[in-house]
């Protein structure tokens, strides 16, 4: 029951839409696909970007992942129990990678029902350059490549410039390589309708993922600045520290120096009193 009421719901949103593109003068049931994919990704930015921020974090435990992986070889549950501290600690999600998928997976599925059942009226109208339907799979294949690509692309952008993450983790090894050739052979028979719904929304995170990037680039480029500042802050209090204490070493060596003195010129003064006196 609740999967026929998004099925229709779906289908209000296609019809709706195409009205849309009528009223602009544009009537085409693709850019109503593709006004439908702009709404889902608005509607699930929150949630995406919580994911695409749990993987770029995974990508700064790596490292000590590896730490963690060589301290604790011999002990699996004191590795397993330290493994989940530092996610706690970075607020990361190991399973990060498959939630776009996992999300994607109903609207794909409900997608794919409404568009292989939906009547296109006019039938004119249900066209994309060199696709003649959309609820038919495309004849030349090119969105099911442009889907493969695209994932491939968002996979690899999340992974920013960390080649490292990737080598060791091999979840995401099988996300980027394994997948898209996994999905362009799945798209084949796909109506097109879907397949473009589903490139739209890749192309569309890869640019949220590009924007995260530069934000991400941008708070580490201030967060080394604030490390250099105080690092170089340290250094300075550190040089202060040795001066004070050299020049305190030097007044006490020029104190000790001075009385060193003035007991000379005493115990001279004795003497010559001394001398005097015999």
Known sequence: LLFDFFISLINSAIYGLYNVTVAIGFPSYALAIIFITIILKVLLYPLMAKQMKSMMNMQEVQPKLLDLQK??????????????????????????????????MPILIGLYTALREYQFEPIEHATFFWVNNLNAPDPLYILPILVGISMFLQQKASMGK?????????????????MPPMMVFVCLALPAGLCLYWSVFSLLGIGQQMIMNKQKEKQMAIIE??????????????????????????????????????????????????????
């Open 162 to 178: 960390n080649n490292e993450a990737m080598e060791n983790n091999q979840m995401m090894k099988t996300m980027l390589y394994i």
């Open 71 to 104: 301290k604790y070889a011999n002990n699996p549950e004191k590795l397993n129990q330290e493994m989940a501290k530092l996610y706690k600690e970075y607020d990361v999600n190991p399973m990060a990678g498959c939630l776009p998928m996992l999300i994607q």
């Open 225 to 278: 600045a604030r490390r250099a500042e105080e690092a170089a802050k340290k250094a300075e209090e550190e040089e202060e520290r040795k001066r004070k204490k050299k020049a305190a070493m030097m007044a006490k060596k020029r104190k000790a120096e001075k009385e060193a003195a003035e007991k000379n010129l005493i115990e001279d003064a004795v003497i010559k009193e001394e001398v005097s006196q015999k």
